[in-house]
């Protein structure tokens, strides 16, 4: 079930998630899909939950590409963002999501300080994705071993075709990313279908359209009209009348 709440509360509900899921203290959490249209800040509101959930376990947040690899520590929380090709771009899209896991993955590895193997595949498996997609997302959790613990969110992942989604689905369930230290989210664009899969793995939620706030109104008067309190004249001053022509 989809729950349509606004940024704040999914901010609040995700950092209340990571929390809860990385301190150990209750069985490990589903993570969480967040829905949206474009703009709507999803990436952010994952990075704000993940800054909060560090503050809150007691732990410092960093990432693997503005971090010194050489301090990640225990004390450290990483958040990963891997980025997925969008689904409509067909075989060249899905060559470019595997790319991206292997440079998340290396980038994961170079933070934490540690040796990256990327998984070989010979010429017969190019077309093999989701075996990609899955061996590349394992690795994350093998190279989260020098933190205390680990956000990996996962960008694009309702928006694949279902045999990408289960490639990580599967890798989620693999035990160097199921487990307490590992936190996996994800989004999705407002049409992306959500089966059983993703609901199994994640609580699922909608952001609001948030309309701005009404915009200060310039109230162009005719030359006959009384001046308005806090009008402005577009073609004199505020509050005198139009010069007549």
Request: proline content about 6%; charged content about 15%; hydrophobic content about 40%.
């Amino acid at each position: 079930m989809t729950q349509l709440v606004e940024r704040d509360q999914a901010i609040e509900n995700i950092t209340a998630s990571m929390t809860a899921s990385l301190s150990g203290a209750t069985p490990k959490q589903r993570g969480s899909l967040l829905l949206g249209g474009p703009g709507t800040g999803k990436n952010q509101a994952f990075h704000e939950a993940g800054k909060k959930a560090a503050a809150a376990l007691g732990l410092v947040f960093k990432t693997p590409e503005s971090d010194d690899p050489a301090n990640i520590s225990k004390n450290d929380l990483v958040f990963s963002h891997v980025t997925l090709a969008p689904a409509f771009l067909g075989e060249i899209g899905m060559r470019t999501t595997t790319q991206a896991f292997r440079d998340a993955a290396q980038k994961v590895a170079t933070g934490l300080g540690i040796a990256h193997t990327t998984p070989s595949f010979s010429a017969a498996d190019e077309d093999d994705t989701p075996a990609k997609v899955h061996a590349a997302l394992s690795r994350l959790g093998f190279d989260c071993a020098k933190a205390g613990a680990v956000i990996v969110l996962v960008d694009g992942l309702a928006d694949q075709e279902p045999a990408v989604i289960n490639a990580v689905i599967s890798a989620i369930e693999q035990p160097s990313l199921n487990r307490a230290q590992v936190y996996v989210g994800a989004t999705g664009g407002l049409d992306a279908t959500v089966g059983a899969a993703l609901q199994s793995h994640f609580t699922v939620s909608q952001l609001e359209w948030s309309l701005p706030r009404t915009p200060s109104i310039i109230r162009i008067r005719s030359t006959s009209a009384a001046p308005q309190a806090g009008g402005v004249d577009l073609a004199g001053a505020p509050g005198k009348p139009k010069a007549s022509l």
